[in-house]
């Protein structure tokens, strides 16, 4: 299988404080990773570093075989696509034009392009149930409207590599659902590489083929969840007591955490 993005003795320091140190990894084409860990640990800051937003201390980024500081903005958008933490903000543009924005690496100086656009516009929109809300203004939206946009913008991009920074915040847990399963259909027929921070423990089991565990600015574990999930794993990592069972539909591990209790013949204090 074909690496698409790797990293390389990465690391970097943030105000004189390291805050990732001497990560190596590599996310296959094709395949949906995680990225999970305590707050504070350098999830979105791992996520700036693999889109070439932020240059690292040390180490080096490869995107398709080459490093992402070799490629030109434009060059860069066509291969990768970014949903930054938190919303778009609400602008004076219509939901459909916001999403149109998201085509600028195809366009010429003059905003064209080639080719008509509408239906990959289109298909996005529908894919997040935005067709009742494509002319109202950004700024009419509530956040987790404004999340469903931000979503559909990095789709008419068509990148071959997707990076969601917490893609699940302002949104109930109906649309979560929604937006994860869209992502994960989408990647599968697209073939496409999805790397996302999540805080869901859970969420990631059940989305992701592998997920990398950040603990201390280090790798604490990257495998398929149903390997690398264990009760020590979560204790070192998150402090926390959790018991782990698999999915009645998926048989993906799922975490339970328990409560500050003891247990006194059998019987719960």
């Not at 690292?56 to 970014?82: C, M, N, W």
């Not at 989408?186 to 790397?195: F, H, L, N, S, Y």
């Amino acid at each position: 299988m074909a690496i698409m993005l790797e990293a390389r003795q990465l690391g970097t320091t943030i105000r004189g404080r390291n805050v990732l140190n001497d990560l190596t990894f590599s996310f296959q084409k094709g395949y949906t990773y995680g990225i999970i860990g305590p707050n504070g640990v350098g999830k979105s800051t791992l996520l700036k570093l693999l889109s070439g937003v932020l240059p690292p201390s040390q180490g080096d980024i490869f995107l398709e075989g080459r490093s992402i500081a070799a490629y030109s903005r434009k060059e860069a958008a066509r291969k990768l696509a970014v949903l930054q933490q938190g919303v778009l903000p609400p602008i004076g543009f219509t939901v459909r034009e916001v999403i149109e924005m998201g085509r600028f690496p195809y366009q010429n100086w003059f905003g064209n392009e080639a080719v008509d656009c509408s239906p990959i516009i289109n298909q996005a929109i529908a894919a997040m149930g935005l067709e009742k809300l494509e002319q109202r203004k950004m700024a009419e939206l509530s956040g987790g409207e404004r999340q469903r946009v931000a979503l559909a913008k990095v789709i008419v991009q068509q990148a071959e590599v997707i990076l969601l920074d917490e893609p699940t915040t302002y949104l109930d847990i109906g649309y979560q659902i929604q937006l994860l399963d869209t992502v994960k259909s989408w990647q599968r027929e697209q073939g496409i590489t999805v790397v996302s921070v999540l805080h869901d423990l859970n969420l990631a089991a059940l989305y992701c083929d592998e997920v990398l565990v950040l603990h201390r600015g280090r790798i604490a574990a990257l495998g398929k969840p149903q390997h690398i999930y264990t009760t020590e794993l979560i204790r070192e990592v998150y402090g926390a007591e959790a018991s782990i069972m698999n999915h009645p539909l998926t048989g993906a591990p799922q975490i339970l955490l328990a409560p500050n209790v003891r247990i006194n013949n059998g019987e719960l204090e």
